[in-house]
Nanobody, 125 residues
Framework: QSQFVESGGGLVEPGGSLRLSCAAS????????IGWFRQAPGKEREGVSC????????HYANSVKGRFSISRDNTKNTVYLQMNDLKPEDTAVYYC??????????????????WGKGTLVTVSS
């Protein structure tokens, strides 16, 4: 069964850092764009970041630009989200998903597939 498993979430103080991992099983990530999304309590899910199949194109939501960084390691079939200078408003469940279009370079939510179960990030003092 093809799926993602997210990990790395936890409780962190404002200003702290976390690195989330998104590991794929049952399929190879190499040729597909991968996106990170998040859903805060009582809010709709929103896109956070996306990395193209080549790794050369990266998108970030305005709210996380300059603080978050997405990367991929195809040898490990894993995508990462480095989150620095975390703020209470970053508190959410973070999910990853794949754009199943071959050699994709964007992550429109309606097109994404193989959603993981998410990892909870809580930013609080």
């Amino acid at each position: 069964q093809s799926q993602f498993v997210e990990s790395g979430g936890g409780l962190v103080e404002p200003g702290g850092s976390l690195r989330l991992s998104c590991a794929a099983s049952g399929f190879t990530l190499d040729y597909y764009a991968i996106g990170w999304f998040r859903q805060a309590p009582g809010k709709e899910r929103e896109g956070v970041s996306c990395i193209s199949s080549s790794g050369n194109i990266r998108h970030y939501a305005n709210s996380v630009k300059g603080r978050f960084s997405i990367s991929r390691d195809n040898t490990k079939n894993t995508v990462y989200l480095q989150m620095n200078d975390l703020k209470p408003e970053d508190t959410a469940v973070y999910y990853c998903a794949v754009n199943p279009r071959y050699e994709s370079y964007s992550c429109p939510e309606y097109a994404m597939d193989h959603w993981g179960k998410g990892t909870l990030v809580t930013v609080s003092s």
